[in-house]
């Protein structure tokens, strides 16, 4: 098959080169494309990649939240007791109760805030400064909180006209958690005077274990009616990692729209010369081509192109992923992953591809020009 | 050995209601190894005669035998199969590739075979045709008669039973059309290949076998040459 089609490409090579300055500015059109699709590509897996190593390990976090819809407010001790139950034995189940308050720092006017009560912090959290447990009084505070106000174990802040004693600054928390702590005033739990709870936090140790958790809890809990939702985490980066697909999705499809650009140009140039070598065609076709010869020797210009402006569009691009991955993710190697590999392959693919669709046409046309009427001139 | 045998060609055109006879009843047979001539005013019909014998262009009616096989009702596909197996095509205006060399120019017909044989026919029928020199030269670096010469070693690549010309002579001075006729002449003896070139110019006859006068279509007086 390589020996019936080298004589072909002979004569297109031979064609492009007629031309030069044409068969580049068209060429030029599919090397701009594939670096659209693959640039935008490579752009969008560095920002998920950024965005997944800033995550963090949240996968294996629950969150219970009473259904305010069915009018049911709090989470109650048998609430409680039921997530304990589907909860495994080495899980860590934090119950929080929480209030808005008056809050001053400082002696700066009070903001009404939300204060948390938890019994037994120090399973959640660690400690910045000061130590997290043992917590009777005081309070602890998280770390964006602690900056702001420029707070350290031992100063005084005001909760709704009572002087408390800051025990700890927290350490900062994954920014998706919903345990993060570092805009939260938490006091002990035995400050508040409701029994019941605003929320659950479940952490166990891996996530296929915390998705069997949330189902259990969804099953004793919501049985009869939906009291709470539980929201998982790992779910929850499911949807954006899913997001973040879509998003790349439409990159490449914006990026799609230069490849069809280029695509129109490769199919003017093609036509043109379709029109420009009528007679040679003819020609072609008295001396004994097949319709389908001479669609093949149409076809491999078209694919020449293509592969030129792809293999110029690769060269570029991993150029451009080399810069795109030394600013986003701060290390220029990160572009020879294996999605970006994924990205480029496709880009150079859809830039031959394109080259070749756009070919159909005018080869076609030149393939079933009648011999007598191409000769007649 | 009669290599092709038309009978009773019509070749009609409708053009705008109105119906023109470009072929109006012709017979016409063609031994192997003849030179023949086909003369006549413009619009007789010449073009369209030889494109017929050349199975480039199918009759209205009448019927063409090629080697004794009828061609007529053949689809593009066979005819194209058979022109690239039987006949030779060379113009007035040569029709070369300009972007491939002489040899190359010449191995067209055959290129897409890859046959290794065929670059060695061609740099043969070159050196034959005194273009020994001029074997990789491009078709803009050649002058008039080499090129048709070039066009002429291309016709015979496939080693056919009959070259078609159309005026061949037409682009080149005398002295330059005196060589080509001879080459004609010489293949026409020695390969014992049937050539028809269609002509304006009366040179040529010194050289065919018989010319064949054509006339709105028709076949005039026809002339044998030396008996
Ligand atoms: N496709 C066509 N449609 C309509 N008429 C045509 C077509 N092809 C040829 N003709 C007509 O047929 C007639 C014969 O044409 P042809 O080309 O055979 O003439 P010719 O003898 O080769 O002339 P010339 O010496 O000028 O080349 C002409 O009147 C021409 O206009
Ligand atoms: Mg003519």
Redesign the pocket.
């Known amino acids: 098959m390589a020996g019936r089609f080298f004589p072909a490409a002979l004569m297109a090579r031979r064609n492009l080169t007629r031309t030069k300055m044409r068969s580049l500015l068209a060429s030029l059109g599919i090397v701009i494309g594939v670096v659209a699709i693959a640039s935008l590509g490579m752009f969008g897996v560095a920002l998920q990649y950024s965005f997944t190593q800033n995550l963090g390990n949240v996968g294996n976090q629950l969150t219970v939240y009473p259904n305010s819809g069915e009018n049911i407010t709090e989470l109650t001790e048998r609430d409680m007791r039921t997530i304990r139950r589907e909860a495994s034995p080495t899980a860590t189940v934090s119950p929080v109760k929480t209030r808005v308050e008056p809050v001053s720092y400082n002696r700066e006017d009070a903001v009404r805030e939300t204060i948390y009560g938890i019994e037994n912090p120090g399973e959640l959290y660690e400690a910045k400064e000061g130590r997290v447990s043992p917590f009777r009084s005081g309070a602890l505070v998280g770390s964006s909180v602690a900056e702001t106000h420029d707070l350290h174990p031992g100063s005084q802040i005001t909760i709704n006209g009572t002087s408390v004693r800051i025990r700890a600054v927290l350490e900062e928390g994954d920014a998706f958690s919903s345990t993060n702590p570092d805009n939260r005033v938490i006091v002990p739990a035995t400050s508040f005077s409701q029994s019941g709870y605003s929320e659950a936090y479940v952490i166990e140790s891996t996530g296929t274990q915390a998705n069997e958790t949330a189902m259990g809890i969804r099953d004793s809990l919501n049985d009869r009616e939906q009291r709470v939702f539980v929201q998982e985490l790992g779910s929850l980066v499911d949807t954006i990692e899913e997001q973040f697909q879509i998003i790349n999705t439409v990159l490449a499809g914006i990026a799609s729209i230069s490849l069809l650009v280029a695509g129109i140009s490769i199919l003017n140039v093609m036509l043109m010369s379709t029109v420009e070598r009528r007679e040679e065609i003819g020609v072609l076709r008295a001396v004994g081509y097949q319709k389908r010869d001479v669609l093949k020797v149409m076809l491999m210009e078209a694919t020449l192109l293509g592969f030129l402006g792809g293999i110029a569009g690769v060269i570029l691009s991993l150029g451009a992923g080399l810069a795109i991955n030394h600013y986003a993710v701060g290390d220029a190697m990160a572009v020879f992953r294996l999605p970006n590999a994924w990205y480029v392959g496709a880009a150079f693919a859809f830039g031959v591809l394109t080259s070749i669709v756009s070919g159909l046409y005018p080869a076609w046309k030149a393939a079933s020009e009648e011999p007598v009427d191409a000769l ?1 001139g | 050995m009669t290599v092709i045998d038309a009978q009773g060609l019509v070749k009609r ?1 409708r ?1 705008g209601g109105q119906t ?1 006879y ?1 072929l109006a009843g012709i017979d016409f047979a063609l031994e192997a190894g003849e030179f023949v001539s086909i003369m ?1 005013p ?7 005669l030889l494109n017929i014998l050349g199975l480039l262009d199918t009759p209205t009616e009448g019927t063409v035998l090629l080697e004794g096989q009828d061609v007529t009702g053949l689809g593009d596909s066979k005819r194209t199969a058979l022109r690239k197996r039987t006949i030779g095509f060379v113009f007035q205006h040569f029709y070369l590739l300009p972007t491939l060399t002489a040899v190359e120019n010449v191995e067209v017909p055959l290129l897409l075979d890859s046959d290794p044989q065929v670059k060695k026919r061609a740099r043969t029928l070159l050196e034959r045709l005194g273009l020994g020199e001029r074997l990789d030269h491009k078709p803009d670096e050649l002058s008039g008669g080499q090129k048709q010469r070039v066009a002429i070693a291309r016709s015979l690549i496939n080693s056919p039973k009959v070259v078609l010309a159309d005026e061949p002579t037409g682009n080149l001075d005398s002295e330059t059309g005196r060589q080509i006729l001879d080459e004609f002449r010489r293949i026409a003896d020695e390969d014992d290949v049937a050539i028809v070139a ?1 002509t304006h110019d009366d040179l040529v006859n010194e050289y065919v076998d018989r010319t064949v006068h ?1 006339v709105d279509g028709t076949i005039g007086r026809e002339r044998k040459n030396g008996g």
């Open positions: 007649r | 055109y053009t023109l470009a006549g413009s619009g007789s019909g010449k073009t369209t269609v054509l």
